[in-house]
């Protein structure tokens, strides 16, 4: 469905520049092996008929575009739909790579969908692309930087010192130069120190990843992606959207929402979030097996239509419990059981319909070394394995 452009905004409207910033759509993700294909349709339905009804200058999508570096094909046809419905409302669309895109597949066609309003961060080469915007106080410059890693950065700038991701993006945001009187909107894609992680996120082991906060000083606001709960760091200027829609059953107790920002007279800048409605929700439940078969109890609720997980307090395992749970609920995407027995194995015992999904190298290492060792590796030790993983994988494209 295509909506119309909005009419012109009055003029206390126009005396600022508003955004809606999002981030991390995973657009082909899967829960548990259940496609989302619907539930993201949905989400995106909402998303456009929120910047419908705040007619926002701007729209923000800070990295994660899709949950894998080569998407299928429906994903891409639903991307394509949406970033054509927000082009349709005459706003302007900036988007960046996150570490799930393939920067390069992302960037196919750039110069032609700018054209259109749509602008995405070219291949990171050593210098940020940068997209000005005027409004009655001036010019507001978008500036785009993909996900980014320190072995890209030193491939740039061979001569300078990088060791952490935080000399990265100091290295990377430096080539900006001043402001010279703009404002300037950043998008990055990146763990931000003092930010809280979800564990549908990919996680390096020790920390080794993180940036500190105080690179992204001098911005008057930073759209970041990469986490999943929507968040401020330190301040309002510098926050995470979190993913439209909850990926894991970490998320359960998530609200997910857009952030709208507004830019005025510099060092003015108001934030607020506008609530999303999923199509499904997700829910966690946990007791007996008689406790949970109590249809009567369930029976007109939206736990019949919901995403969940049961976890099984009953001391013996119930007999093809997934399916006569599914009964109730028909969402059913996990069970697990909790009890003496697994208690004293230290372990949740899932009786699941499907693998989760495939661990990156880093885990599997350090799942190996906590094996052999009884310990974590150190955050030396992790920062030096982060990096030969990468040159690994830089060395095989």
């Known amino acids: 469905m295509f909506l119309s452009c909005p009419e012109s905004r009055n003029e206390a409207e126009v005396s600022v520049t508003k955004f809606l910033h999002l981030a991390d759509l995973h657009i ?26 705040e007619r926002p200058d ?9 949950d894998k570096p080569v998407p299928p094909a429906e994903a891409v046809a639903l991307c394509d739909r949406f970033l054509v419905e927000l082009a349709a409302l005459g706003t302007q669309v900036f988007l960046i790579a996150g570490n799930h895109d393939s ?28 997209v000005p915007m005027q409004d009655a106080f001036g010019t507001v410059e978008v500036c785009l930087l993909p996900f980014l890693k320190p072995t890209q950065v030193r491939r740039a700038f061979p001569e300078a010192e990088i060791t952490s991701y935080t000399d990265a993006l100091k290295q990377a945001l430096g080539t900006l130069g001043p402001k010279n009187g703009a404002r300037r909107v950043l998008l990055a894609h990146q763990f931000v120190t003092g930010a809280a992680r979800s564990d549908s996120e990919e996680l390096s082991v020790g920390g080794c990843d993180n940036v500190d906060a105080a690179v992204f000083d001098g911005f008057d606001y930073v759209a970041l992606g990469h986490l999943h709960r929507a968040q401020n760091v330190g301040s309002d200027r510098l926050r995470y959207a979190g993913s439209p829609l909850k990926y894991s059953f970490a998320e359960a107790r998530h609200e997910k929402s857009v952030t709208v920002v507004e830019l005025g007279r510099p060092g003015a800048c108001a934030v607020r979030t506008v609530p999303l409605t999923p199509l499904h929700e997700l829910t966690e439940l946990r007791g007996s097996y008689e406790e949970l078969t109590r249809r009567s109890r369930y029976e007109n609720t939206s ?11 009953d001391e013996q395992e119930i007999p093809d419990a997934v399916g006569k749970l599914r009964v109730i609920y028909r969402g059913l995407l996990r069970l697990d059981y909790d009890n003496m027995r697994t208690r004293q194995n230290a ?8 693998e989760c999904e495939e661990p990156s190298p880093f885990a599997l290492f350090d ?31």
């Open 367 to 397: 799942a190996l070394y906590q094996t052999q060792n009884n310990r974590p590796m150190t955050p030396e030790q992790a920062a030096f394995l982060q990096e030969l993983i990468d040159r690994i994988w830089e060395g095989s494209k």
């Open 28 to 53: 082909g993700r899967r829960l548990n092996e259940c496609s989302l294909l619907d539930d993201q349709r949905h989400i995106l339905g909402e998303i456009v008929r929120i910047a419908g009804e």
């Open 103 to 130: 920067p390069e597949r992302l960037a196919f066609g750039a110069q032609l969908m700018a054209g259109s309003g749509v602008h995405v961060a070219p291949v990171y080469n050593g210098s940020i692309h940068t």
């Open 303 to 313: 736990l019949r239509d919901d995403y969940v997980r049961i976890t099984l307090t």
């Open 58 to 66: 701007g729209v923000l999508i800070a990295g994660d575009l899709y």
């Open 347 to 354: 372990e949740l015992r899932t009786a699941e319909l499907s």
